[in-house]
């Protein structure tokens, strides 16, 4: 199964907290983290990683998410092992090809 990390800005009430609870509650969700954005008050940013059997699940995912806010991003999250992209940046940040982020 697929793993995506989904990103979501919504409102900092119950309705809000609910519809995403709502929408996440038939999926296989490994990680859920809310946190209060940056600079704008009564909203919160959400990292969601879940888990979809089938890659053409994410449409319908997606399209929940919007129904409670314009903003969603989406990417694919790395296995236990990680990608071998994220391997190959490793090893260029290491060599200082690249910036680590640090």
């Known amino acids: 199964m697929a793993k995506w990390r989904i990103r979501i800005n919504l409102s900092d009430d119950a309705q809000s907290r609910a519809r995403l609870a709502e929408v996440l ?4 969700v490994s990680a859920v983290q809310l946190t209060p954005r940056a600079g704008a008050e009564s909203m919160l940013a959400g990292d969601v990683v879940l888990e979809l059997p089938r890659d053409d ?10 129904m409670i806010s314009p903003q969603v991003f989406v990417s694919r999250a790395t296995s236990d092992h990680g990608s ?14 690249v910036p680590s982020g640090d």
Do not use: F, I, N, V
């Not at 071998?84 to 090809?97: E, G, T």
């Open 25 to 28: 509650a038939s999926q296989r």
């Open 57 to 66: 699940e994410l449409g319908d995912m997606l399209t929940a998410l919007h």
């Open 84 to 97: 071998s992209l994220d391997s190959a940046l490793a090893a260029l940040a290491q060599a200082d090809l």
